[in-house]
């Protein structure tokens, strides 16, 4: 049953139009598909799906994923069954769900990158992707790209002329200046900006003196994160005229709020799904009756509507 909100809490990434700016994040909702037997997913205004490679992954050896201070560490090493695989059994179920599905695109090579954006490119259901440029747990793979704003100037160059939908880039917050890779993202053809991916980071077990996950390091989320996120988005915000969408640490409608008062025209959900896989719908609700307090009538009134003065 469709949520029935007071307000209209619609945005847009690009040309993407979406029912609300409350969306999952890549890795922690698989595709929608088992998460809408718990409730309907079509209330969301996306889903960004788990991440697609050329080949299928094993992903990293266990154990690759541990609890921390206000978050947790994964070094998951995006798994999945391969392109050909989605397209033929997840994509069928997944444009079924009443919500726009946004494959999160991965790779080891630029070449292989951009297979996978062109034949998403063919799906009539597909009108967005994101581009992970940004995963810091993949030892041969986007990690290289997204850290200097020539390689990511490369690489979304090279999408960009074979996938002539939305095009979202996915930036890792694992680098001196942000705001320069953001620029060389736009720059190069990017209509919108997801941000942040994961710090890298670590977790010790002193008794056995040993890591807490095979891979040594991953990727820190959670709300441990989401002062940096904050501060990120706001900066990029300042420096791109393209949509950004926040990620990092929301767990209800305030953290969703404060990012977009900072600059992001949407958000996305990701480590509280596995807290409460109800709130991505609960901050639903919390941003419509925050607009009805303070009186917006629009979302897009919010975007970047933060006192600084």
């Known amino acids: ?60 050896p266990k154990p690759r994923m541990a609890e921390t201070p206000s978050g947790m560490i994964n070094a998951v090493g995006l798994q999945n069954k391969g392109l050909d695989y989605w397209i033929n059994h997840i994509y069928p179920e997944a444009n079924q769900l009443g919500t726009e599905i946004i494959p999160n695109v991965s790779g080891s090579t630029i070449n292989s990158y951009v297979q996978v954006a062109e034949a998403l490119n063919d799906l009539d259901r597909v009108h967005a992707i994101e581009l992970n440029i940004s995963c810091p747990n993949v030892r041969d793979g986007g990690m290289l790209y997204g850290v200097s704003c020539e390689g990511t100037g490369e690489i979304v160059r090279a999408v960009r002329q074979v996938f002539d939908k939305t095009l979202i880039v996915k930036l890792t917050p694992n680098v001196t200046s942000i705001v320069d890779i953001a620029k060389a993202a736009v720059d190069a053809g990017a209509d919108a900006l997801s941000l942040i991916n994961t710090l890298m980071a670590m977790a010790v077990d002193a008794e056995r003196r040993r890591p807490k996950i095979s891979t040594i390091t991953g990727g820190l989320s959670g709300p441990a994160v989401k002062p940096i996120a904050l501060r990120m988005v706001w900066q990029v915000s300042q420096a791109v005229d393209v949509p950004l969408i926040g990620i990092g640490g929301i767990c209800d409608w305030r953290d969703a709020i404060e990012f977009i008062l900072c600059g992001a025209s949407a958000v996305q959900i990701g480590t509280q799904n596995f807290v409460d896989p109800l709130s991505p719908l609960k901050v639903i609700e919390g941003i419509d009756d925050y607009m009805t307090r303070h009186h917006f009538s629009s979302v897009s009134e919010m975007v970047g509507a933060l006192i600084t003065d």
């Open 1 to 60: 049953m469709a949520m029935k909100t007071m307000n209209d809490l619609t945005t847009r990434i690009g040309d993407l139009p979406l029912k609300n700016p409350v969306t999952t994040a890549s890795g922690t909702f698989g595709d929608g598909v088992l998460m809408n037997q718990v409730y309907d997913v079509s209330q969301l205004g996306g889903i960004f799906a788990k991440a697609v490679t050329l080949e299928p992954r094993q992903g990293n």
